[in-house]
């Protein structure tokens, strides 16, 4: 927008006319000149644009916030001071209405409300501040421009794809190219997407002494782009959050007053673009180190080249947690896990393409039983025998390697520990105190510090 001579000329001498349009200000104190011009200025927490010809565009939808840090040149004590801002229509600068905030700290921002019916959609405006302290005024600020547009757009934006149609399955891994467009509204700068229904809110975090810190959203490039055409479209192109199945992606546009329209959305399917894992040996042993082998969906690798798997392992495998590997120049890598999970394994992967492309997890488990085998001479599991002091034997023997001992406890009592042989064996006697029905708990402890999951070896006293 273009501002013509004439109102160039009239903003240049508002400062004066300002003064004189408020009752009771007495010309700039300046016997003591403590009040400063108020410094940081925001609006809508937005810069202040001192250009008249490219004023920020801001809603009024609320009201409007206006704020500036109000000063003082005596920096003892703590004056009380004000901050008083003035509005009016570009070109017209008599129509001025006047907004105070009184009781203000000095050297922090002090916003104002500009109520919403005094501003007018489409209408441009200049607004000033100044400090007050008692009878004394700071100058005028250089005027900040504002342009209303309370007004979202009118229509939600179209969304289509190129390379992933709305109907049949779709080939995973390359990135989804969306062609957006304003669908008839004429002001579009931009806009806001999310892979989910609930898209970001455009906010603006506040500094030290309430200051601002407006971020353009438009540099998140995960959530938002500008208008890349002069027709208000934009072409982006994106990577699914996951690698298969149904997806949507969900979009509205936004004018430059970052209003924005109702929502739009893009539904898609993709096929699974999953690798595969292979152990070295078909049934891998708990405890024992053992390779997988990873591969690349064919599909995939033919697209982009795989060039890294994540493998997340559960359960207890060493190494635990998610590791990234390498792949080699054909997408196969290798991964070692030693399979240590007490009850079994889950081993997820999923792998990633030059392109940025995550593919969808490929899957492998097993089970184990690592509780020990218990055994008695006198005292057979779910008999009944024996008797208040007869004493009986009890033989625990390992299902798997490495085990150095083995804790059991009588009925929920002490526990006690017990090393095991070099055969994976351990035995202790045991005198019953008391008749009736015994629970016996054994679990054994392999030289790495695993304890294996418990048996419950059940029997009755006579």
């Not at 108020?38 to 609320?62: H, I, K």
Request: charged fraction near 15%; include cysteine.
């Amino acid at each position: 927008m273009s501002f013509g001579a004439r109102s160039r000329a009239a903003l240049a001498s508002l400062g004066t006319l300002g003064l004189a349009l408020v009752a009771g200000v007495s010309p700039a104190s300046a016997a003591d000149g403590k009040p400063t011009t108020p410094t940081q200025l925001f609006n809508g927490y937005r810069t202040c644009s001192t250009d008249a010809d490219r004023p920020t565009y801001l809603s009024a939808v609320g009201n409007l916030v206006v704020e500036g840090i109000p000063g003082t040149a005596d920096t003892t004590g703590s004056p009380s001071v004000s901050i008083r801002y003035q509005v009016f229509p570009v070109g017209d600068p008599t129509r001025t209405a006047t907004v105070t905030r009184d009781h203000t700290a000095a050297g922090y921002e002090a916003p104002g409300i500009l109520p919403a019916d005094a501003l007018t959609d489409g209408q441009t405006y200049a607004w000033q501040a100044q400090t007050v302290v008692g009878d004394a005024v700071s100058d005028w600020t250089s005027p900040c421009f504002i342009t209303i547009d309370s007004s979202r757009p009118a229509n939600a934006p179209t969304v289509s794809s190129p390379n992933y149609p709305p109907t049949g399955w779709n080939q995973g891994g390359e990135p989804v190219t969306f062609k957006l467009s304003p669908n008839g509204v004429d002001d579009v700068t931009g806009y806001e997407y999310s892979w989910q229904q609930d898209l970001p809110v455009i906010g603006t975090s506040i500094g030290d002494h309430g200051i601002p810190q407006p971020v353009d959203p438009y540099a998140d490039t995960k959530y938002f782009t500008r208008a890349d055409a002069t027709d208000g479209s934009a072409t982006i192109s994106l990577v699914p959050p996951t690698g298969v199945g149904p997806m949507t992606l969900w979009v509205r546009s936004l004018d430059r007053a970052y209003n924005s329209s109702a929502t739009s959305s893009y539904g898609f399917y993709v096929s699974s673009t999953a690798p595969t894992l292979t152990p070295a040996v078909p049934s891998p042993e708990f405890g024992v180190p053992t390779t997988f082998t990873l591969r690349p969906d064919p599909a995939l690798q033919a697209k982009s080249p795989v060039v890294g798997y994540s493998v997340h392992t559960s359960a207890g495998s060493t190494p635990d947690g998610t590791i990234d590997v390498a792949a080699a120049a054909d997408g196969t890598a290798d991964v070692q896990l030693t399979l240590d999970g007490v009850y079994g394994e889950f081993v997820q992967v999923t792998s990633k393409s030059a392109n940025g492309w995550v593919s969808d997890a490929a899957s492998w488990s097993s089970s184990y039983d690592t509780t020990p085998a218990v055994a008695s001479d006198v005292y057979p599991e779910y008999g009944s025998s024996g008797g208040v002091g007869v004493p009986g034997t009890f033989t625990f023997t390992s299902k798997v390697k490495d085990v150095v001992s083995f804790t059991y406890s009588f009925n929920g009592g002490p526990e006690a520990t017990v090393a095991a042989g070099a055969d994976g064996t351990a035995s202790v006697d045991w005198t019953p105190d008391s008749d009736g029905g015994t629970d016996l708990m054994v679990s054994a402890t392999t030289g790495s510090g695993i304890q294996l999951a418990p048996y419950d070896y059940f029997f009755t006293v006579n």
